[in-house]
């Protein structure tokens, strides 16, 4: 949500008016009420019906109606039930590309009839995941006529929790043939990090590898104070926001917190690790077992607002990224909400990934494997101990500014335009065509 409200947003400052197709009463992990505010008033917002298969899946696995289940992220790991692993396993292998594909029959209907109504509509954006949102769009596309762009905030078939599941091959094979056929018939696409643009075309020959393009998730300094009030002084505050599933649990954060403890160097009242956001409850369960409850405080999730509040209000930023073979390339929007914040950021994740290559563009932080407890530790003692000596500072760098959101968006808002004018340029090649044509035509006697 973030990323498409600031791409609308821009766009409604840059002379393009946004038309959003979306679903009604639709099944989400959570809900931010606050961010519609963000929307801009002239934006037309068409909703739709749509088959809709997670209260089946919710009833399977036995959770309560109207209780929130990780969409995104399938619960694929050891400590999952069997029915959640029997209920994943028919998503992934029945439901191609994804949960929403319910929608796609209805979703290109209401796109062409709201073309049809609308003449001044240019272009189609298509957001994703889920990627059915894409098959959507192409296929409006085609039967209209219209130019088409695809943005990827995850890849496709290589999404980071595919990663370690034995899907179906002919299942992949359908998956990766609709992924192609996407991605050729697309005028331009967009990505949120080199490797993630790495890792949507590799499977395919013949992409045109110039139309793709790397737009980074970014801020939006509009959000955040401009005086930032400095953290408490009487405690060290490390904040985590986002869910925490699975894959993101590293045991040797919690390891080096528990060996900080048993050596007496941090102090409960003093040192605090705050998370915002789901947890998943087998990452609760292991996070028990190393006994450092009283260093750990639990939120939930939060709206966007009381959020960016948590994070400027903290000393140290945690990023964990997802431990999936396709990690390199995984670059969270929540890490330019820290950028903008101003704190140094301290990642666990692969050292050489596209999120590592912006904390060394920026200065801004320092990643850790995620088997590395000692050095965690070390990092981790020493940031607080430079807190406890009155040294803390916040982070300032002239090179954050690029990942501002106006500055990303402004590359989308030159690929509309080129695009646009290319369409043009050819329906008046067109015409010119057919009057010529008109010309040598001979009459009937």
């Excluded at 890849?155 to 359908?174: F, G």
């Excluded at 697309?186 to 990505?191: H, N």
């Excluded at 894959?247 to 390891?255: F, G, H, M, S």
């Excluded at 369409?423 to 065509?433: A, G, R, T, V």
Aim: glycine share 6%; net charge positive.
């Amino acid at each position: 949500m973030q990323r498409i409200i600031g791409i609308i947003q821009h766009l409604a400052k840059s002379d393009w008016q946004a038309v959003v197709l979306t679903v009604k009463n639709g099944d989400y992990t959570t809900v931010d009420p606050q961010l519609i505010e963000r929307i801009p008033p002239l934006t037309k917002i068409v909703r739709t019906e749509f088959f809709e298969p997670y209260q089946w899946y919710r009833k399977f696995i036995g959770k309560k109606k109207g209780e929130k289940i990780p969409l995104a992220v399938l619960a694929s790991h050891a400590k999952a039930s069997w029915k959640e692993k029997i209920a994943n396993t028919i998503r992934l292998n029945l439901f191609v590309p994804d949960g929403r594909i319910g929608w796609y029959a209805v979703g290109v209907k209401a796109g062409i009839k709201i073309i049809k109504k609308d003449p001044s509509i240019k272009l189609i954006l298509s957001s994703g995941p889920p990627h059915t949102v894409h098959l959507i769009a192409s296929t409006i596309a085609q039967k209209t006529g219209l130019p088409f762009v695809a943005d990827f905030r995850d890849p496709w078939i290589n999404i980071d929790y595919y990663s370690d599941i034995n899907r179906n091959p002919l299942t992949r094979s359908i998956d990766r043939y609709l992924e192609g056929k996407v991605l050729r018939r697309a005028d331009a696409i967009t990505v949120v990090g080199p490797r993630c643009r790495d890792q949507i075309i590799e499977h395919h020959k013949n992409i045109d590898f110039k139309k793709t393009h790397i737009i980074y998730n970014g801020f939006d300094p509009d959000v955040y104070p401009k005086k930032k009030s400095g953290p408490p002084k009487n405690e060290f505050i490390i904040t985590y926001l986002g869910n925490l599933p699975y894959n993101r649990y590293t045991p040797a954060l919690y390891q080096a917190i528990a060996a900080l403890k048993n050596e007496k160097k941090i102090e409960a009242k003093k040192f605090k690790l705050c998370f915002y956001g789901h947890v998943d409850k087998a990452v609760q369960k292991e996070i028990c077992t190393f006994q450092i409850e009283e260093f750990l405080f639990f939120f939930g999730f939060v709206p966007h607002e009381q959020a960016i509040k948590a994070i400027v209000n903290s000393h140290l930023l945690l990023l964990i990224i997802n431990n999936t073979n396709t990690q390199k390339g995984i670059v969270p929007g929540k890490m330019f909400e820290y950028l903008a914040a101003g704190r140094f950021i301290f990642g666990i994740g692969p050292v050489n990934g596209d999120a590592a290559d912006v904390f060394e563009e920026t200065a801004c932080g320092k990643f850790f494997d995620y088997q590395d407890a000692d050095k965690i530790k070390e990092f981790l003692l020493a940031q607080f101990q430079n807190w406890q000596q009155g040294k803390w500072k916040p982070i300032t760098s002239a090179n954050i500014k690029k990942f501002s959101r106006p500055e990303q968006l402004k590359k989308i808002t030159a690929i509309f335009n080129t695009i646009a004018a290319e369409q043009e340029e050819n329906k008046n090649q067109s015409l010119e065509i057919n009057i010529s044509d008109d010309a040598f035509k001979q009459p009937h006697h």
